[in-house]
Nanobody, 124 residues
Framework: QVHLEESGGGLVQAGGSLRLSCVAS????????VGWFRRAPGAERAFVAA????????FYSEAVKGRFTISRDYASKTLYLQMNNLKPEDTAVYYC????WGSGSDAANRYRYWGQGTQVIVSS
């Protein structure tokens, strides 16, 4: 059974950094496209970053491009999101997601598996 579990969220001041982790189990990790999404208070879930299963280049939302970096470690089956120069508008619950044979998509409905989310709060 596929399971994704995020960690690494917390409270940080504006300009600070956090690294989110998402550990996958019950899956052949290298066969999945993976992504990060977030849901800010009162807002819809929004795309953050994604990686395809076949080594496609990462891509990012305009809101985080140049500040966030998505990466994955196949040996530990872990997906990461390095977040630098955080802003108060980055405050949200962050979710990792996986899509079998996915090319890495910004569409949430392309992902079948989701983690439970980790809260990030950026204070001004």
């Amino acid at each position: 059974q596929v399971h994704l579990e995020e960690s690494g969220g917390g409270l940080v001041q504006a300009g600070g950094s956090l690294r989110l982790s998402c550990v996958a189990s019950g899956m052949t990790f290298q066969n999945y496209g993976v992504g990060w999404f977030r849901r800010a208070p009162g807002a819809e879930r929004a795309f953050v970053a994604a990686l395809g299963w076949g080594g496609e280049a990462a891509f990012y939302s305009e809101a985080v491009k140049g500040r966030f970096t998505i990466s994955r470690d196949y040996a530990s089956k872990t997906l990461y999101l390095q977040m630098n120069n955080l802003k108060p508008e980055d405050t949200a619950v962050y979710y990792c997601a996986a899509d079998h044979w996915g090319s890495g998509s910004d569409a949430a409905n392309r992902y079948r598996y989701w983690g439970q989310g980790t809260q990030v709060i950026v204070s001004s």
